[in-house]
């Protein structure tokens, strides 16, 4: 089943983000692929969680730059929905280099985007009150065929750090979200029946891309809003 990995990333000041997707096509002439970024601002998530004053319910999690505090039971119920092994306990502190502790980002960034979780700058100690949710897609597609997809979501404070991740290939600060493969190209090559439906029903987003892949090919530098 596709699981999207939710991915904690916070920046500076807080501005509102507008629903839109920026598209951005790389083509990598050496390697000969085509290399898709988009980004959609998704929403503004204001942050008005209230904390328990039992600090013994309280679980820290520890990025570079930020603490995230969240219930410790609200943490444990998340991890427990769908397990017949219920886990009774979780330590207090828990940091995003802890390998051990992976699962955790999930249940930690639900929290936050449903505004049951507090966030400090650790190095102000500032409480962060608003963020933006951004969803990222990386498409590489290659001229032989065959390709790969990784996609996932991050938090921001500034809808303006985005510009710097669309400079990478891999998005996702702890590596691949998702990988599957895409199939041969569907840019440069003949369709196949199901895809051709699939092209009746999303004509516009399917000759939107198919353009992208035209333009990254002469100039690898194009960027494009596409609306979804």
């Known amino acids: ?16 983000g507008l629903a839109e997707t920026i598209v951005k096509g790389t083509y990598d002439t050496k390697k000969k692929r085509y290399i898709e970024l988009s980004q959609t601002f998704e ?15 309280i679980v820290t999690y520890k990025t570079e730059n930020y603490d995230i505090l969240v219930r410790k039971s609200d943490l444990l119920e998340l991890y427990n ?32 985007e449903n505004n049951k979780a507090v966030i400090y700058e650790r190095k ?22 065959r390709g790969s ?18 400079k990478f290939d891999i998005i996702t600060q702890f590596g691949v979200a998702l990988h599957s493969s895409l199939g041969d190209n ?20 399917f000759e939107e891309l198919k353009e992208l892949y035209k333009k990254a090919v002469q100039n690898p530098n194009v960027e494009q809003k596409i609306s979804y």
């Not at 204001?46 to 600090?55: E, I």
């Not at 929905?81 to 886990?87: P, T, V």
């Not at 102000?124 to 065929?145: F, M, P, S």
């Open 81 to 112: 929905k769908n397990r017949d092994k219920k886990e009774k306990n979780i330590k207090n502190n828990i940091s995003d280099k802890d390998k051990k502790l992976d699962y955790v980002r999930n249940y930690i960034a639900e929290l936050v």
């Open 124 to 145: 102000t100690k500032k409480e962060i009150k608003n963020i933006v949710k951004v969803k990222y897609n990386n498409d590489i597609y290659y001229d032989a065929g």
């Open 43 to 57: 929403k503004e998530i204001n942050l008005s969680y209230v904390l328990s004053s039992d600090k013994k319910n």
């Open 1 to 16: 089943m596709k699981k999207i990995l939710f991915i904690l990333l916070l920046g500076v000041v807080a501005i509102q």
């Open 186 to 205: 569907p840019y440069n090559r003949e369709l196949t029946e199901k895809e051709k439906e699939y092209r009746e029903k999303n004509g516009n987003h």
């Open 149 to 166: 997809n990784y996609d996932g979501y991050k938090f921001y404070t500034d809808k303006s750090l985005s510009q710097e991740i669309m």
